[in-house]
């Protein structure tokens, strides 16, 4: 287990975490600091426990508008996916009839070079 000194409100605090995520939860001390120094400016020395639970609060409707965005970008996805599959299917069926009328075609060509053939009475088309 690594552990990481980050600095927030300007007292510095030895925090624990998993290996390899030193660098994600030093980035996320410096986002708390950073909103508290934000609300420090705006509203004052109102205290640090106060400014500490505002940023805190404030982090979290970010992570909640986050994750909103985020269910509505997966709906959208399923949205398109399901359009997707309808246009491959109705793609299928297209293809399905230009196939059966190609096959007509060849069918009618077949028979018109038959009677061709037999007009002439050589067997051969003219």
């Known amino acids: 287990m690594a552990q990481v000194n980050v600095t927030i409100s300007g007292k510095t605090y030895r925090m624990a975490c998993e290996d390899g995520q030193e660098d994600h939860l030093t980035g996320m ?17 109102i205290g640090d426990q106060r400014l500490t639970v ?11 508008e ?21 246009v491959v299917e109705r793609q299928s069926g297209v293809e399905a009839e230009i ?14 070079a038959a009677r061709v053939a037999g007009a002439n009475g050589d067997g051969e088309p003219a």
């Open 54 to 64: 505002m940023a805190a609060i404030t982090l979290a409707d970010q992570n909640a």
């Open 66 to 86: 986050a994750e909103r965005h985020l269910q509505q970008l997966r709906a959208e996805v399923a949205g398109l996916e399901e359009a997707r599959a309808a």
């Open 99 to 112: 196939a059966q009328a190609i096959n007509e075609i060849a069918a009618q060509i077949e028979a018109l």
């Open 29 to 45: 001390a410096e986002q708390l600091n950073q909103s508290i120094e934000a609300l420090r400016e705006r509203f004052g020395e």
